[in-house]
Every structure is written in structure tokens, then in C-alpha cells.
């Protein structure tokens, strides 16, 4: 884990060192060139001070870790506080908590700056509710900054309120949600939990909120998302859960993928073309396309590596085995691109290959309701039934679209 946490530092190093060495040459961050956009300074800085802030509490467990990220912490300095910042944080007062995240972030670390302190202040004086509207998880981000920058204490009945209407308040659907839905549940989770740092009052029980995340791994490992995924993992160690058996090997696949590539790879990542490079040109197509991915393994190890929060050396053999995997298997079409998990899942033992069927089982409802395959959705719960696997927000909403699919006429 700590080799992982590392592996992270690394790469936001020389991420960060792109910047100094694109802003003296004029050059630009290194962009992807599937159209994953360019890599704006403030985001990729902002995004190394969260790293940086992950790593605050476990710095003691490796002298490397701690070395490194003061190193990191120095060079993001100039750009935590870049004159465009501080411009952007003036004229922009309803976004400036926006703005002034990795300021905030290292003022916390022990790198102040009055002055900066001085700016953000009168911009927030405008009002908490100025500016422009904002989705829930937004505005748990914003009261997150401010706890971090010391402006809040502890949180208010109003983080309260918020925390009920994000994704952490209100069932997933298991079945449809989006990448963009799961972020947003994944970031409510970060923002409201402190990166992991405090305990927090759930509004909805923790096996719902536990299910909810287990069936967003569907999504994440059937498309092989793994930036995705290990946001996704995050929910367990963050919200102090017990690791489930579809948490555990969604880990166990992507310290596999990290280990073979030497780092995680994101969405746009093209192993075939990173292979085909060397040098400079490698290097930054791997910051381009992966440097988010692997921020978040780093976030995700570095959490886990609290107490009582280290996922479990393998995936659990299921109490009573009998074939559910393989029987779900069959129903799996070979026609498209293998999932990562495929691989994986064969690597198991057939009692561990059960422990992961509820998962299993969600890949395929998934599968079915995006394509309007009914059969299938058929097909996968007529084995749940069979298999006790009834369990779980995807069985019942697909159930619910079975009988929702009755009322489907033809017309004449």
C-alpha cells in the first residue's frame, strides 16, 4: 500500500514539474489526443493539494511519503497562488472557494499566506449562498474548503441538509446511473467525510449506502473505468465500512492493472500506442491520459492504510457455494471487448467466484437494461431467484421494469 501511495507521489511530482517546465517554455500542459481536453493548471494543481491532503494523516507510516510530499507541497506553492488564481478569486467571488482550494489546502499543511487569507475573505463576504447554483455535492465541496481553510469548525445542520439531498441521502439507480451520476456519489462521500478524516451522521443505513456502491462497481468494472472504480472503492474506508466481497476484488483488479502497467491507467489511456512511444513522448502521454486515475489509487491507499480500514488480503469464500457464478457466466455474451473483470473472476476459487455473483448479477442487469435486452433481464433474475441473490437495489429495480414492461402494448 505505502508502494502505491508512493507510485502516486511520483507521478503528481512530475505532473507538477510539467507545469514549471511547460510555463518556462511556453509550451502548455500536455493534453490527450482522444479529446479528454486540456489539463487546466488550477485543476491538475488543485487535485495534487487534495492528494497532498490525503496524505497528511499517514505520513508518519513511511519517511518517503513524507519527504516526497513535501517536495510536492513546495513546488505547488507558486501555482496554489498563481496571479491568475488570485485574479480569478477577485472577479469571480460566487466561484472563489473554487479557486482557492489548493490555497486553502496549504495553508492547512503548515504554507500560509496572509495576504491570499486576506483576498478569499472578502470575496466570501458576499454570502454563502452567492454566486451561482449548485448541485449538492457542490455545495458539500464548498463547505468542505471552508473547513479546511478554518473558516467552519465542524459541520452545520445546513452540511446536514445537503448531505440528505446528494447521493449519500437518496437511493442509486442501479440499473441507469451514469459515470457522471457515480461521481457525484463519490464525491459526496469525499467532501462530506473529510477525505476520510471524520466520522459522519448518515442519513440512510450503511448497508444501503455499502449496496449502492457495490452496484456502481458494475458500472465501473464492466467498462473498464478504472479511475471510476477506485473512486468507488474509496466509499469503503472513507465511511469506515466493512469491506465487501465485490470492493475486494474490484481492489484486488486494479492493484493488478497498476502493478502490470505501473500505474493505473484512466479512460483514455491506449496501452497499444503508450507501448509504441519511449521518452519524453511516453512520459507525457501517460501524465495526459492517467494522472487522475492514478491520483485517486493514491487517494484510495492512502485512506485504506488507516486503522482498521485495509481491505482484506483476498476476496472471502461465500458461506454456501453452489455454482451461482458459473451459472451467471453462461449468460455473459463474448461478442464484445473482454472486462476486466472477466480474467479476474476465473482466477477465483468457485467459492470466492459466489461471493462475487451479486455483483456478477449486476453487470448483466445492467447489460440488459441499456439494451433493451428484457430476455436478459429476465434470464439474470429467474437466477437470482434460484440462487438467493434477490438482495439488492439491481434485483429490485429490475424487477420493478419487468412489471413496468406489462404495461408495453403493441398498437395497432
Known sequence: MVRRVMNALDMARRMVR??????????????SREGVGVLLREKVVSETAMLLLCLEPI??????????????????????????????????????????????????????????????????????????????????????VMRVWGALERPTRRDLRLLTDSMLGRPMDALGSTRLDIYAFTHAVMYASDLGSRAIALTRSRAAI???????????????????????????????????????????????????????????????????????????????TSYHAAYVMGFLCAVAL?????????????????????????????ESAAPCWKEAIGALAPSQQDSVAPLLLTVLLRRGTKQGNLKLVRDALELALAYDLIEGPAPTQAAALLRRSQSLRPRV
Open 18 to 31: 510539467t507545469i514549471v517546465e511547460s510555463e518556462s517554455a511556453n509550451i502548455g500542459i500536455p493534453t
Open 59 to 144: 505520513q508518519s507510516v513511511d519517511q518517503g511519503i513524507r519527504e516526497q510530499a513535501e517536495v510536492v507541497a513546495n513546488l505547488l506553492i507558486p501555482y496554489a497562488r498563481h496571479k491568475d488564481v488570485l485574479a480569478a478569486i477577485c472577479l469571480d467571488p460566487g466561484l472563489a472557494c473554487d479557486h482557492a482550494v489548493s490555497h486553502a489546502i496549504l495553508s492547512h499543511l503548515g504554507f500560509p499566506d496572509p495576504d491570499v487569507d486576506e483576498l478569499l475573505s472578502k470575496s466570501l463576504a458576499m454570502g454563502p449562498d452567492f454566486g451561482p447554483e449548485r448541485v449538492p455535492h457542490r455545495r458539500l465541496e464548498r463547505a468542505w
Open 210 to 288: 455499502a449496496a449502492d456502491a457495490d452496484a456502481a462497481l458494475a458500472h465501473g468494472l464492466d467498462s473498464n473505468d478504472f479511475d471510476l472504480t477506485a473512486e468507488v472503492i474509496m466509499t469503503w474506508p472513507m465511511l469506515r465500512l466493512a469491506w465487501s466481497p465485490a470492493a475486494t476484488f474490484a481492489f484486488g483488479i486494479l492493484a493488478h492493472v497498476e502493478d502490470c502497467v505501473g500505474f493505473l491507467p484512466g479512460l483514455s489511456f491506449d496501452s497499444t500506442r503508450h507501448q509504441a512511444m519511449s521518452g519524453e513522448e511516453r512520459s507525457r502521454f501517460a501524465l495526459a
Open 306 to 334: 488507516g486503522e482498521r480500514r485495509r481491505p482484506p488480503a483476498a476476496v472471502p469464500s461465500a458461506l454456501c457455494s453452489r455454482g451461482a457464478s458459473a451459472a451467471l457466466l453462461r449468460l455473459v455474451s463474448t
